[in-house]
Nanobody, 129 residues
Framework: QVQLVESGGGLVQPGGSLRLSCAVSGFTLMDDYSIGWFRQAPGEERQEISCISSSTGSTYYTDSVKGRFTISRDNAKNTVYLQMNSLKPEDTGVYYC?????????????????????WGQGTQVTVSS
């Protein structure tokens, strides 16, 4: 059974940094999964932020976070991270970790909310002065 547990959210001032963690169980980061971070602001749909393929290491970032956010993984800890720097008020929202088994597919990296079958409970990030 796949489980994803997020942590690291909080309140930060504009320009500050946070690091989100997603501890995964039920599979390892040596398996063939696409794992990503998604943000949902009040009244808005869940939006993809960044994803990583556990098998190839390839990554995806949405345009608004390129150069500010970095996704990474620690195979030994079975954890995926999202380092968020130069945070802006528009980065505010609930951040969810999600994963999808890509072992039966040629395309190893996917990053759409409707494509991910496993979700964590979310962690709140608030960027405000």
């Amino acid at each position: 059974q796949v489980q994803l547990v997020e942590s690291g959210g909080g309140l930060v001032q504009p320009g500050g940094s946070l690091r989100l963690s997603c501890a995964v169980s039920g599979f390892t980061l040596m398996d063939d999964y696409s794992i990503g971070w998604f943000r949902q602001a009040p009244g808005e749909e869940r939006q993809e932020i960044s994803c990583i393929s556990s098998s190839t290491g390839s990554t995806y970032y949405t345009d608004s976070v390129k150069g500010r956010f970095t996704i990474s993984r620690d195979n030994a800890k079975n954890t995926v991270y999202l380092q968020m720097n130069s945070l802006k008020p528009e980065d505010t929202g609930v951040y969810y970790c999600a994963a999808e088994d890509r072992s039966d597919y040629v395309t190893k990296l996917v990053c759409g909310a409707r494509l991910m079958g496993n979700w964590g409970q979310g962690t709140q990030v608030t960027v405000s002065s």
